[in-house]
């Protein structure tokens, strides 16, 4: 009995027959793999994009100030009490020189009576060369409000490279700011009320 088997045709015929049967013209769709069309963007789009990206930078920009003018504050504060000594009585002086600054008070030299802030230069300088005990003595709340100058530091640097654009931060950094602005508001207060209740006593003469 004789057996007959399909054998596949020359490859140069195979060939031959593809592309016999492939039609330029003709709609290939099933033959041609299909490409993803990507989506063109309208002039409107792009402006409202490159606005987006403005705000971006803006708003970068302007947080870095923020948190550059911070930060500077503090550290100008800390270096001042830092290179000043405390002389005898009010006066204060440039530490290894021993030149004396001029009194700075203005309700001292107007009326002969310390104002609020006196002394607490004098505890800043204690308190940036770690004699706390000094410090205490001078003015009790210099060393809340010297405290309150070393956070500041954290904060601002945090503040410059906090995340943009993001809503949860923008949020938590609003709170941060609130409460650090009512608790500045909170000891200038409490320095008023000391002030005060100096000024009935007779003791600010």
């Given at each position: 009995m004789n057996t007959h088997t399909n054998s596949p045709p020359p490859i140069g015929k195979a060939c031959e027959s593809e592309s016999l049967n492939f039609d330029p013209g003709a709609n290939n769709a099933e033959a041609l793999p299909p490409q993803a069309e990507r989506p063109v963007a309208t002039p409107g789009e792009i402006i409202a994009d490159e606005r987006t990206q403005a705000v971006?930078?803006?708003?970068?920009?302007?947080?870095?100030?923020?948190?550059t003018i911070w930060l500077l504050g503090p550290l100008a504060v800390l270096l001042g009490a830092r290179i000043l000594t405390h002389g005898n009585g009010r006066e204060v002086q440039i530490l290894g020189?021993?030149?004396?600054?001029?009194?700075?008070?203005?309700?001292?030299?107007?009326f002969g009576l310390d104002c609020p802030g006196c002394g607490l230069t004098r505890s800043f300088i204690h308190l940036a060369h770690g004699e706390w005990h000094q410090a205490w003595q001078l003015h009790w709340m210099g060393g809340l409000l010297f405290l309150y100058t070393l956070a500041q530091i954290p904060l601002?640097?945090?503040?410059a490279w906090q995340p943009a654009n993001n809503a949860k931060s923008s949020r938590a950094w609003r709170?941060?700011?609130?409460?650090?602005?009512?608790?500045?508001?909170?000891?200038?207060?409490?320095?008023?009320?000391?002030?005060?209740?100096?000024?009935l006593n007779g003791d600010l003469l």
């Open positions: 971006k930078q803006r708003g970068q920009s302007y947080r870095r100030r923020t948190a020189l021993g030149w004396s600054l001029p009194e700075t008070c203005g309700l001292r030299l107007q601002a640097i945090a503040y709170c941060v700011v609130y409460l650090n602005e009512r608790l500045l508001l909170g000891l200038l207060a409490l320095l008023a009320i000391r002030w005060i209740y100096k000024l």
